[in-house]
C-alpha cells in the first residue's frame, strides 16, 4: 500500500494541465466510488484504493487551494445531484473530462481473413469480468448524459502530452431531450458503498485529546491513533501490529523520502488483514464522520494524510521488531516521535504499548539490489565532440569522455555505410535511371507561360480586393530613394508647390527685377487664371444641370428608399471635383428622402419602428454640418430646420451667403404642425439608436506618411517601423493593422533593389490576399532581369523567384527551409531586413507552433508580429523583446484594445414550422441590427457573465447601447451599500454630441463598479444580471415563419427540426435577407457539415423553386412567351439565311443583285428591319435562361456581376473538376470555404463575395485568420470543440469590417445558451510556447554551418537561438536544461553516424533534415536505413513485388502518420471492426524492424539518462521531498542509519523519490518511464526525444491502421466509420503521407546523385493532392494559352519518381558575387569523406552493391501504387 505514489502520481498529472495553462476543477462523486476499485480487483482488497481515494480528496481539498485558488475540488453526491446541475450551470464549463470505460486492447498473433489479408483478433482477453461491465456501464452513462446536455466530453484514457499541448479524444455534445439509461447502470448508480463509522466513545476520547492540547501533530499521525483506537477497541490482540504500525508512522515523519526506498517483504496473512481493516477504518473517517476537515483544519497544522501508510515500510517494520529493535538506536528525533505517538495512543485508548528496546538485535545486511533487473539505463561517456562554434555554448556542460571513439557502426550497418561510402564517391550515377531532362529552353518557356497565367489570375484576385472591377490597377510606382507618387499623390505634391509660390508672391517683390516685366508676368497669369475659373463655372454649369436632369428622375420614383438608394449610388460615383459641387446637394436630397420615410412613421404613430431611420437622418445632419464645399445658404438652412424639428442633438453649422435653388422641394417645414421629435432625450437617443454612427477618432491627425489621418497608436507604429525597430501590435480586428504591413514594404522597395521584406502568413488564403494587396498597391522598375516585386511561395503555389523578388509572401515551413538552407546562408539570407509575423497567435498551435517559435528565434533582422487575440499580450512581448536584444534590436509593443466598429451578438430561435415561398423582395431599411426582428434575441455582453469567479475578460467591450442600458440597470438595482457614482449619469459625463471616445471613458467607469459588485455577493449584481439576461431567456419560437408575404391556403410549411442545421439555416438565412443582414459569413468547424449544410440549402432553394414553377401561372405564361419568341428568332434566322443563300447563288453565277427581282415573301422592309433590331434589343427574352435561378430563390446578387464573368468562372471550375453542385450553389449565391476545396475554387469564392455577388459562404476557420472578407453578419453555425474564445473572437472580427459596416451582426445558431456565455465571457488564452530545440533542428543547425562554410550568418543564427536567457514562451530560466538537452541531441547524432567529431554532417544526414516536419518518425525511418532492415526487406523487390510493397507499407505506416486507436472494447470490435474492410488496429512490425527500433530506442534512453544523471549532478542541489502541484514537503530531514535493521535499497539520483517508493530504481523501462518519473528540478520533453513508442512494448494503445487499411482497399467509408478518420481529414492526412513519400524518394535521389539536388529542392516537393492541383493549374495553362509548337513538359506526376522543379540560374549581376561563392566552395568540399572511420569502422571499399538503388524502387513503386489509389479519390 503506496498512497504517497499514488498520490505523487494525481499530482503529476494535475500539473501537466497546470503547465500546460489548463483551466480546470475538480469534481468527485460519491456514488462513484467504487470507480477507483480496479474491475479485476479482489473484493477482499477494496478498501485500500477507497482509503488512497479518500485520502488524495482530503489532501486535495486542504492543500490546494492555498497554491492554486482557482482550481475548486468539490464532492457531489451523483451526477444527477441539483447540486451539481447547478455547479454546472453556474461554472460554464467547456469540457468534462472522464473516463469512458473502454479498456486497453491486447494485441495479438494475426489471423487470416475471407479476404486472405491479416486482421489480428481483438476478440479473445477482452472479457471483462462482471465488476469490469458494470464499471464500464456507468462510465457510459455518464458520458452518454453529459453528451446529452451539450457537454464535450474530454477522455482521460488515451490522454497524451505533446509538447505545450494537451492532446486526447473529445467526444462532442449534442442538446438532446434526454438519453436512455439501460435499467443495468441506473441500478449500479444508485448503490452507494457504505463506509464503517468510528464510535462515540472513541470519537469522544479523540476530540479530548485534541482539547488537551498535549499532542502538536501532523493529520496523518492524529488519523493513524484515531484509526489505530478504534480498531483495538473492537479487538485488542492486535497490540504489536499497533506498535509496529506507530513506529512506521515515526519513520514516515522523520526519515527523507530519498531514504526511504525500501525492498519488499512479503507480508503475513495477519499482517494483510490488518491493513486492510486499518485502510477500511481510516477511509470511513475520513469519508462519513461529519466535521472531521473542520477539526483537523485547527488541530493539525499540516494537512499530509496522503502519507499514511507505507507498506514496505510497515511490513520492515514488523520484520525489524522480530529481530529486536532498539528504537533508541535509531536517533533521538525518531525516538521522541515514537513516545510521543505512543503515548497518545495510550491516552485515547488506556493500552499501554511498549517501546521496543534492543534485545538480541541481529543486523540486517543492507540490500545491494536496485530492487529489480531492468536495462541498462546510462552510457559511460560521451563520444569526442568539438566544434568552433557550438563550443562555447556548451562550455558549462562538464562531461566525461569516452576518448576510445570505439563506438562503430554494427555488421548490417557496415554494409549500408560503405554503399554510402560508393555513392558519396560517385561524380555521376551509375546506373543511368530517374525523370527524362527536358531541354531548358522548354522548362523556361513553359515556366514563364505559367507564372503569366498565374499573374494574370492574381490581378483579377486584385481587383476584387481593390474594388477596381472593369478597370485597369492603378498601384503606386516606388524609386529607390524617394516616392515617386501615383496620380493621387503627385497631384497633391504640385498642390504644396503652388501655395508655396502664391506665399513667396505675397511678399516683397525681388528688387533685380523689372516691374514692368512683372507687371506683364503678373498679368499673365491672372488672365490664365481667370480663364480657368471661367472654364471652371462652366464646368460647374454642367455639372448642375446634369444633377437637376438626375434629379427629376430620382423624384419620378415613389418609393423613397429607392430614391435614397439611387441618389447614394449617384453621389459615390462623382468624382473629386463633381462631388464638392454636388456632394452636399444630393446628400440633402437623400435627407430629403429620408425625412419622407420619419414623417410617415410619425404619422402612422409608430415612432418605435421608426428610430433606425431618425439615427440615419442625425447621421447626415451630423457628416452635413461639417461639409464646406459646395454648402449653400438653402442647404445649411434645410439641416438646422431638420435639426429642429426631430430636436435632434445640437450641431453647430455656419450659413454662407452663397446660394442656389434647389432643384427638388424639401419636405420641412410641413403646413401644418405635426409632432416629428424623437421624443427622447440627446443622449438617450444617441445612446440607444446613433451609437454605430459616433465619430470613432482617437487621437488622430494627419500624417505625410500615410494617406489618411491615423490614430495616436497607428503613429506610434509609424515612428519605429521609420526607426528600424522591431514591433508587437496587439489590436482587435478592424482597428486598423493593415495599413503597418504595406507601410513597412513600402520602405524597404524604396531603399534598394536588393533588401527583401518576408511576409510570413498562417494560411495560404491569406498568402493568397496580400500577394494580391501587393500587387495592386506597388509597383517598380528593376535594372537588372530577375527581379520583382512580390512572389508567393507555397508548397503547392509559386508565383514569381523567391530569392528575386523584393517581398516575399510565405508561409512559415518555406521561410524555415530558407532561412536554414547553406545556399542561402552567404546571398540571399543576408538580405533580408524585416519579417512581419501575422496572426502571431499561431505559436499557441499544436501542429506548426514549433515552427512559429523557432523563426522568432531565428530572425536575423528586425520583426513585425501583429495579433488581434493575444491573452498575455505583456508577457508575450517581454519574451519576444527578450529574444530580438540578442541579436541588438529593441522591440516595442503598441497595443489598442478598441474596434472600429462594433458588434451586437445576438441568439437565433428556429421556428416551430417553415414555408419557403421566394426571398421577400423588399429588405428591411434603416435598422443597422437585427434589433426586433422575430427568431433573434439580443445578448447583452454582460448576460454572459454568469461564472463570477471568472471575472470579466479583459475584451469585453460594450458599444454605446449596450453602456446606457448597463447604466440604467445598475441605478435601477443600486442600494446604500452599493451606490452608483452620479458622475456616471450621462447627463453629467457624456457631452451633447457623444463620440467614440466619450463612450471608451465611461465604459471603464461603469466596469470598475461592475467588477466589484461581481466580487461581492452581497452586492445587486444577481439582479443586474437578471434583468439584462430577460431577452435571451424569454424568447419564444414562431410557430410558423413563411419566408416572404403570407401562407396560403394548401400550402403546408415543414416541421423544423431545432438542433439539425440542414433544417435551420433558410429560415435563418432568410430572416437575415429580409432584414438587410447579408452578406454573411457562416462558420462551422466541421468540414463535411460545412458542405451538408450548402447543399442543404440549395436542394431547399431548388425544390422550392421547382414547386413554385409547377403552381405559378405567372411562370407559365412567361415560358409560353419564352417559346413564341425563339419561333419568332427561328423564323427571323431562316429568312436571313435563304436570302443569304439566294445572294451567295447569285454571286457564284457572277449576277448582280439587282439583276432580277426578289420574291416577295423574302422582301423585308426597313420598318420591319428596325422592328426586328429592336425586338432583339429590348425583349427581355434575349437574356432569360429558363434553367438559371429564378429571382427569389436564390442569394446572389446579379447587379454586382456580369454574367459573362461568372460563366467565365464557371467554365474554369468544370475543367477543374470542381463537383458540380458546388458550382451551382455558387450560381445561387452559396459558398463553401475550407482548406480542403480546390485551391481555384476557394479563390473564386472570395473574390464573389468581395464583388457582392455571393451572399452566403459557409466556412471552417479558414476565412476567420485576417482574410480580407467583410459581412454584414456571422453566424456560428453549430457548437464545435475547435469553437474557442479564441476562435470566436476571430471569426466574429469578419463582421463589421472597418469601412464596410458601421456595426456588425454576431449570430448564434445551434448553440447551447451557456456555451455562448462562455465564448462571450471567457479570456482569451495565454499564449504558451514549445520546446524549441529539437534534435532535427540541431541537425539542421550543422549542415546549415557546414554547408555555408561557417558563415557569419550561420553562426549569427545560431548565436541567437542559443542565448536565449528564455527559449521558449512560458517557461522559467532553463537555459542550462536546454543546453544539455543540446548536448545529449548531438551525442544521439553522433552515435547515429550523422555527424562526425568536429559536427559534419554525415550520410544520411540529409534526409533525416528533409523529413523534419514528421520528427521523431524520420529517425526511427533512420534506424532502420542505416541497420540494413531496408536493404533487406527490398533484396527482392523484382521477385516479389507485392508482398514487398505490402510489408514496406505496414513499416511506413508504423512509423509515419502516428494514429492511436482509442481504447475500445468487444462491443465494438464486434459491431464494426469484424464487419468492416479495415484492420483498425495496426499489424504488429515484422521482427526484423521491430528488433532494430527496440535497440534504437534503448539506446536513446541510455543517452537521455545520462543526460539527467550530468544534469542533475551538476545543476540540482535540492532535496526531492515536495510534492509537485501542492508543494506540501514530505518526510523528514534526518537522515538515519536503517540499513542496518531495514531492507533499504540505494536512493535514486534520477528517478523522483517518490516513484522509488515502490522500489523503482534508476533503471527504466522506457522512454516514457525516464520522462514521465524523472526527478523534481529535470525537466524532460519526451516528444522531443528522437524515438516511436513500440506497442505493447512500451504504448498500451495499438497504432490506427488506416493508411495501411487505405492501401490494401482505398475505402475512404471504411477510414470514417471503422477507423474514426473524419472524412474531412482523410485528404489531408493521405496527403501527408504521400509527402513523406515524395520527400524520402526525392532526397535518395539526390543523396545518390540521381538528380541534380539542391538543399532548395525540398521546396518545391508536395504531397499527390497538392501536386494534382498543381497538375490541373497546368492544364488550363496550356489549354488557355495561345499554341505553341513546343512540346508539353511531362509532369512530375505522371512518373513514379517527383521531378524537382530547378530554378534557371540567375544572369543579373546583383547575385553573382554570392553565386561565385557558392560554387567555389562546392569546388572546394571534398567528395570523398563521410566521417565514420573516426567511429572505429573499418576502411570502405568501394563495391558496386545496388542495395541502395532497390531501396529506392521499392519507394517508387509504393508511391505510385498509393498515390494510384489516392487519386481514385477525386478521380
Known sequence: ??????????????????????????????????????????????????????????????????????????????????????????????????????????????????????????????RLSKSGRAHRAIFRAMVLRFIGQGYNVALVNGLEWRDTKVMTMVLEGYRSSGLPVDQLQVKQLKKPIQG???????????????????????????????????????????????????????????????????????????????????????????????????????????????????????????????????????????????????????SLRGMKLSLPSASGHKRQEPNKTNGHTSKPSAIVGVMPFSNSVFDKHLASIQLSVDSSGSMGPDNRAVRVFKELSHWHNAKRPMIARGPKVIGRGSDEFWALRRNQWFMAEMRTYAASLTNAVGKSLDPETVVVGGTKASSKSFHMAKVESSDSDSKISKGKAPTNKKPGKNAAKQ??????????????????????????????????????????????????????????????????????????????????????????IAALIWDTVTRLSKVKRGMTKTIAMSIQETSRTLDLPFVTISVPSDDRKLPFTFVLPLPKDEALSVDLSAREFQLLHCGPYFDRSIDSSSDSRVPFEPDGWQKKVLDEIDARRSLFVVAPTSAGKTFISFYAMKQVLESDDDDVLVYVAPTKALVNQIAAEVQARFSKSFKYPGKSVWAIHTRDHRINSPTGCQVLVTVPHVLQIMLLAPSNANSWARRVKRIIFDEVHSIGQAEDGVVWEQLLLLAPCPIIALSATVGNPEEFSSWLSSTQESIGNKLTMVQHPHRYSDLRKFVYVPPKRFFFKGLT??????????????????????????????????????????????????????????????????????????????????????????????????????????????????????????????????????????????????????????????????????????????????????????????????????????????????KKTFRKVKVNRKKAAKSKRGEDDDGEPEDESEKLTKADLAKDAASVDISPFATFDPDAPVEGFHFANHKRLQGSELAMYVRQLGKRGINPWLIEALTRGIGVHHAGMNRKYRQVVEMLFRKGFLRVVIATGTLALGINMPCKTVVFSGDSVFLTALNFRQAAGRAGRRGFDMLGNVVFQGISLGKVCRLISSRLPDLNGHFPITTTLVLRLFTL?????????????????????????????????????????????????????????????????????????????????????????????????????????????????RRECRQADQEFVDQVIKRSPSVVFLPPLPKKAAAVLRAHNDETLGIFSTYVKTFVDQHVKSEDCYLPLTRVKVGGDESLEVNAVLPSLPSTAIRSAFVALSGHGDDFESISDLCSTSREGVFLEESVIPHVALYPDETDSPLNAYLYDFFMHGDVTALDKANGIKRGDVWFLLNDFSMVLATLITSLMNFMKLSPGTDMDMLDVMGNLDAHEEAEDDKIVNAESPASTLPIMEKAQQSAVPVVKKKTKAVDDWEEAADDEEAKAAKNRTNGSNGVDDLGAAAWDKDSDEGLMRVLRAFQKLNTEFNTKFKAMWA
Open 921 to 1130: 423582395e423588399r429588405t428591411s431599411f434603416g435598422n443597422l441590427g437585427l434589433d426586433g426582428a422575430p427568431g433573434f434575441a439580443y445578448m447583452h455582453p454582460v448576460a454572459s457573465l454568469v461564472n463570477k469567479s471568472r471575472g470579466m475578460p479583459d475584451d469585453l467591450n460594450l458599444e454605446p447601447r449596450d453602456c446606457f442600458l448597463l447604466w440604467r440597470c445598475m441605478v435601477k438595482h443600486q442600494n446604500e451599500n452599493f451606490p452608483v457614482d452620479q458622475s456616471l449619469d450621462p447627463a453629467k459625463s457624456l457631452p451633447e454630441v457623444v463620440r467614440k471616445m466619450d463612450i471608451i471613458h465611461w465604459e471603464q467607469g461603469l466596469k470598475k463598479i461592475l467588477r466589484a459588485w461581481m466580487t461581492d455577493e452581497a452586492s445587486p449584481f444577481d439582479k443586474v444580471m437578471e434583468e439584462l439576461s430577460k431577452p435571451i431567456h424569454n424568447v419564444k419560437p414562431d410557430d410558423i415563419q413563411a419566408s416572404s408575404g403570407s401562407i396560403m391556403d394548401g400550402e403546408e410549411p415543414r416541421e423544423v427540426n431545432p438542433d439539425n442545421l440542414r433544417s435551420t439555416t433558410l429560415p435563418l438565412l432568410s430572416k437575415l435577407h429580409e432584414q438587410d443582414a447579408l452578406p454573411a459569413i457562416l462558420f462551422n468547424y466541421d468540414r463535411s457539415r460545412c458542405e451538408d449544410i450548402a447543399r442543404a440549402v440549395m436542394d431547399q432553394l431548388k425544390s422550392s423553386e421547382e414547386e413554385w414553377k409547377n403552381s405559378s401561372p405567372k411562370w407559365k405564361k412567361k415560358l409560353e412567351g419564352f417559346e413564341q419568341w425563339k419561333k419568332e428568332q427561328e
Open 1345 to 1457: 554551418l557546414h554547408e555555408s562554410r561557417n558563415s557569419q550568418y550561420a553562426q549569427k543564427a545560431i548565436g541567437s537561438l542559443l542565448s536565449q536567457p528564455r527559449l521558449f514562451m512560458g517557461s522559467s530560466e532553463r537555459k542550462a536544461e536546454v543546453l544539455h538537452h543540446l548536448r545529449f541531441s548531438i551525442e544521439y547524432l553522433r552515435r547515429q553516424f550523422l555527424l562526425d567529431s568536429k559536427g559534419t554532417p554525415l550520410n544520411f544526414a540529409g534526409c533525416v533534415s528533409h523529413l523534419y516536419f514528421t520528427e521523431n518518425s524520420s529517425f526511427a525511418f533512420h534506424a532502420l536505413l542505416k541497420e540494413g532492415y531496408f536493404h533487406q526487406l527490398c533484396a527482392k523487390i523484382e521477385e516479389k513485388p507485392t508482398e514487398t510493397i505490402r510489408t514496406l507499407m505496414l513499416v511506413m505506416a508504423h512509423l509515419f502518420g
Open 523 to 612: 498679368a499673365m497669369l491672372e488672365n490664365i487664371a481667370a480663364n480657368a475659373a471661367k472654364k471652371e463655372e462652366g464646368n460647374t454649369d454642367k455639372t448642375i444641370r446634369a444633377w437637376h436632369v438626375i434629379c427629376k428622375n430620382l423624384e419620378a420614383e415613389a418609393d423613397l428608399i429607392d430614391r435614397y438608394a439611387m441618389s447614394k449610388a449617384y453621389v459615390n460615383s462623382l468624382d473629386t471635383g463633381k462631388r464638392a459641387v454636388l456632394g452636399a446637394e444630393v446628400e440633402l436630397y437623400m435627407l430629403n428622402a429620408l425625412l419622407g420615410l420619419w414623417i410617415d412613421f410619425c404619422r402612422r404613430f409608430k415612432k418605435e419602428e421608426g428610430y433606425g
Open 196 to 346: 464503517t463509522p468510528i464510535s462515540s466513545e472513541t470519537w469522544n476520547n479523540f476530540a479530548s485529546l485534541l482539547e488537551s492540547g498535549e499532542h502538536s501533530m501532523e493529520e496523518s499521525s492524529l488519523l493513524a491513533i484515531c484509526t489505530l483506537a478504534e480498531m483495538l477497541a473492537k479487538d485488542d490482540t492486535k497490540a504489536e501490529l499497533t506498535s509496529a504500525f506507530l513506529l512506521h508512522t515515526a519513520l514516515l515523519h522523520v526519515l527523507p523520502v530519498s531514504d526511504r526506498r525500501m525492498s519488499a517483504v512479503p507480508a503475513s496473512k495477519p499482517t494483510q488483514e490488518f491493513l486492510l481493516e486499518f485502510a477500511e477504518t481510516a477511509a470511513a473517517i475520513l469519508q462519513y464522520v461529519p466535521g472531521w476537515s473542520e477539526v483537523m483544519a485547527s488541530a493539525a497544522p499540516v494537512c499530509d494524510v496522503v502519507d499514511l501508510v507505507d507498506g514496505r515500510i510497515f511490513n520492515a517494520m514488523i520484520g525489524a521488531l522480530k529481530t529486536g529493535l532498539d528504537v533508541k538506536a535509531m536517533g533521538e528525533t525518531f525516538a521522541q516521535k515514537a513516545v510521543d505517538l505512543f503515548k497518545a495512543a495510550y
Open 1 to 126: 500500500m503506496k498512497l504517497l505514489h499514488a498520490a505523487y502520481a494525481v499530482e503529476s498529472f494535475l500539473r501537466g494541465l497546470v503547465q500546460r495553462k489548463c483551466n480546470f476543477h475538480i469534481a468527485f462523486f460519491d456514488q462513484h466510488q467504487k470507480l477507483c476499485i480496479p474491475g479485476r480487483a479482489n473484493e477482499a482488497r477494496r478498501a485500500k484504493y477507497l482509503l488512497a481515494r479518500a485520502t488524495v480528496i482530503r489532501h486535495l481539498q486542504a492543500n490546494l487551494p492555498g497554491v492554486y485558488p482557482s482550481i475548486k475540488v468539490s464532492i457531489f453526491e451523483s451526477i444527477t445531484s441539483t447540486e451539481f446541475e447547478i455547479y454546472l450551470k453556474e461554472s460554464g464549463m467547456y469540457f468534462l473530462m472522464c473516463h469512458d470505460g473502454a479498456s486497453p486492447v491486447p494485441h495479438f498473433p494475426p489471423r487470416k481473413t475471407r479476404r486472405g489479408t491479416d486482421k489480428t483478433d481483438h476478440s479473445r482477453g477482452m
